[in-house]
Nanobody, 125 residues
Framework: QEPLVESGGTSVLPGGSLRLTCTVSGYPISTECIGWFRQAPGKEREGLASIYPGSTTYADFVKGRFTISQDSAKNTAYLQMNYLEPEDTAMYYC????????????????????WGQGTQVTVSS
């Protein structure tokens, strides 16, 4: 079983909302830093948000629109995305990293070692 599996991606109209889900298997989600990333065709991967118990971080360009959360009982992380724009079209990934503290749980992709396969989000009219 894959350690991280994303779901929830679909096509949505501009201005719409989506909630992506990252299901974690094999270890308690609360023991690692969980991050959300995306990559559009021809563009570099972008870090969006990260969460560690008691702490969240966001990339500036998603603040106020995206919210990361997790449910330890379900061992699942979420990314709520509101006011979606065509520029948000991308493959979205969740990943996890072993960190020593919440201070080192951020959106730098280099610290993440486990990645999901991604879920496609398309924002178009």
């Amino acid at each position: 079983q894959e350690p991280l599996v994303e779901s929830g991606g679909t096509s949505v109209l501009p201005g719409g909302s989506l909630r992506l889900t990252c299901t974690v298997s094999g270890y308690p989600i609360s023991t690692e830093c969980i991050g959300w990333f995306r990559q559009a065709p021809g563009k570099e991967r972008e870090g969006l948000a990260s969460i560690y118990p008691g702490s969240t971080t966001y990339a500036d360009f998603v603040k106020g629109r995206f919210t990361i959360s997790q449910d330890s009982a379900k061992n699942t992380a979420y990314l709520q995305m509101n006011y979606l724009e065509p520029e948000d079209t991308a493959m979205y990934y969740c990943a996890s990293a072993v960190v020593v503290s919440a201070r080192t749980c951020d959106t730098w992709a280099g610290r993440y070692r486990k990645w999901g396969q991604g879920t496609q989000v398309t924002v178009s009219s």
